[in-house]
């Protein structure tokens, strides 16, 4: 990398403005007897007939697909009727994220409710590394003593581990969505919706935590089938709050299967609270109802932060507890850990800044590839994701005592894991998929590591792809922001991966006073507009030191409408996305 100035490393971005097609969003609005504003916004989103319109606004669980459809799921399912017939030891070994932490609580629960003599094991990170090490692997079987092995949220790329245990007389069932190795693991069962050619199709996007619940959704449909009476008495939909907790956290599209899941799981999450998320989100400040938001930027880092530092046990038995007193302690602990990793990563996250500030050049840099073995590896993932939004390039973030491992995020475009793949003699393992993955390698081969991914990326990416792209949905007058439009666009919710929240234009947007700078390092801004009678607060976070309107100047605004509630009065509030001199 050549020194460049670090006021050039942040890319300006690019506005897109939906496509014109004014004849159908006018037919789509007259069938569904919705606005205009909605119909463009369900026809961004590739709605566009008033059937597939209203199963989108009205998602139901009666609509999920059978999940005998996923590929081994009924010889999976059967195979675990078979160890509780024989009363053998069935072990649930689990990734230490959110997602892997929700899969095997709903396993441990079903397991309790059908007698199964089950035990769950969490890896520890720092120790053991990710997924089916050999490390972990024989830890986890030497600590169960169980002859049927079943790992969520890993497994897809582990076939020496699977093998040995299979050679070895263990049964490996698989329940995983990562990226499947070639040659694939040689498991009894391998659930994964990635399978080639299988058929997953709605569910092709489901995440562990919803493969899990798949998976406990097949047993006890052949339980009903056995005239089991634990199965006709089990409700399968108790576990749709940890779904929902895996299918935000894990970041995947609330489209197809997983819209109806996570909808139904955020109405478990209110409804009936178990006593450690319920003590969590008092940790957390959350008062009021739980939603996307919550859980990604509340709940979710808390329960990740004990399987960043040190073990995920506290975030299992946090999950699992029915003791309100030990939910409290629990939560404690988990608070704590997630101020600690705070302070680690904002002490990481600055000195990755300082190294790319001095040595980052866009011409060249195509991925951005930097680590330093005092970085903890707990935290990696997050200081990746931090830099990746800063440069708009992919990041891979490596810590740790040799040999280094590290996490990557990418950017729409380039699929990081099959960019691995090409890089993978070069490195001791790798795995995960598009958006997300992890590798391990000798910090000697680390120049070469970063010289052949930017040779990938530089052939699967183009120069408009390294510019960030500002989304808009429709053009709205600030006028037009009203109670009857939020509850229109809010039908299109729950937003995230593949959904996301809908972003609107209003140009010649007027700045009523001078902006205000907030927070402890002043890193957020406020912005008063005003047109007519109309007035809105508009607030941008995490502004930083980017230059703002004056007072009466009028500019372009890119923003998402939200409520806001202060001193029990409730407000719209623009959230300011990015803005550009009229």
């Known amino acids: 990398m050549s020194a460049v100035s670090s006021q050039r ?32 916004c369900l026809a961004n989103r590739g709605i ?9 606004l009205s998602p139901r669980l009666s609509r999920i697909g059978d999940p005998f459809e996923l590929p081994d799921l009924r010889r999976a399912a059967e195979r675990l009727w078979l160890a509780r017939a024989r009363g053998e030891a069935v072990l649930v070994f689990g990734d230490y994220d959110v997602d892997g932490i929700c899969s095997v609580a709903i396993l441990t629960e079903l397991f309790g409710q059908f007698g199964i003599r089950g035990s769950s094991y969490l890896p520890r990170r720092e120790e053991e590394g990710y997924g089916m090490t050999p490390k972990a692997t024989a830890a986890a079987l030497e600590e169960s003593r169980a002859t049927l092995f079943i790992a969520v949220d890993c497994g897809s790329s582990s076939p020496e581990a699977i093998g040995s245990l299979q050679a070895r007389g263990v049964d490996v069932i698989v329940l995983d969505h990562h990226q499947i190795s070639d040659p694939a693991p040689a498991a009894f069962g391998l659930v994964n919706p990635r399978r080639a050619g299988d058929g997953a199709g709605r569910m092709e996007e489901l995440c562990s935590a919803g493969l899990a619940f798949k998976f406990a959704h097949g047993f006890v449909k052949l339980g009903r089938e056995k005239s089991c009476a634990e199965a006709s008495a089990c409700d399968v939909r108790l576990w749709l709050d940890f779904v929902a907790l895996g299918i935000v956290a894990d970041l995947v599209p609330v489209t197809g299967e997983n819209r109806p899941l996570l909808c139904a799981g955020l109405q478990r999450l209110n409804q009936a609270s178990r006593p450690g998320l319920a003590a969590l989100a008092g940790r957390a400040g959350i008062k009021g109802e739980i939603g996307v938001y919550e859980i990604a930027f509340q709940l979710a880092p808390r329960l990740n932060a004990a399987g960043r530092l040190e073990s995920a046990g506290e975030a299992l038995r946090l999950l699992l507890t029915k003791d309100p007193r030990e939910a409290e302690t629990l939560a404690g602990s988990l608070n704590d850990q997630n101020r600690s990793r705070q302070e680690i990563e904002r002490k990481i996250l600055s000195q990755a800044m300082d190294k790319l500030r001095a040595a980052f050049d866009p011409a060249t840099d195509w991925v951005i590839v930097e680590g330093d073995e005092s970085w903890h590896i707990g935290v990696v993932g997050i200081v990746a994701a931090r830099v990746m939004r800063e440069f708009h390039r992919p990041a891979i973030i490596l810590g740790g005592r040799p040999p280094m491992r590290g996490s990557g995020r990418s950017i729409a475009g380039f699929d990081l894991g099959a960019g691995l793949r090409e890089c993978a003699d070069l490195l001791l393992r790798h795995g995960g998929h598009a958006m997300a993955a992890g590798v391990t390698i000798d910090p000697a081969r680390l120049d070469d590591f970063r010289r052949r991914l930017n040779r990938v990326a530089k052939s699967r990416l183009t120069r408009e792809d390294l510019l960030p792209a500002v989304r808009i949905d429709i053009e709205t007058p600030l006028s037009g922001f009203d109670e009857v439009l939020m509850a229109e666009l809010d039908a299109i919710g729950p937003f995230g991966q593949g959904n996301p929240p809908v972003h609107h234009l209003i140009r010649r947007a007027r700045a009523k006073s001078p902006a205000l700078r907030m927070g402890g390092e002043k890193q957020h801004a406020k912005l008063v507009l005003g047109e007519g009678d109309s007035r809105f607060d508009a607030v941008w976070w995490n502004a930083g030191a980017s230059p703002l309107p004056a007072a009466g100047d009028y500019f372009d605004l890119v923003c998402v409408p939200e409520f806001n509630t202060f001193r029990g009065e409730t407000r719209i509030q623009l959230r300011v996305l990015d803005w550009r001199a009229a």
Not at 24 to 32: G, Q
């Open 9 to 40: 490393h942040k890319p300006v971005a690019r506005w897109v403005l939906p496509a014109s097609r004014p004849e159908e969003i006018a037919r789509l609005a007259t069938e569904l007897g919705v606005s205009r504003p909605a119909a463009q």
């Open 48 to 56: 566009v007939s008033a059937d597939d319109a209203r199963l989108f």
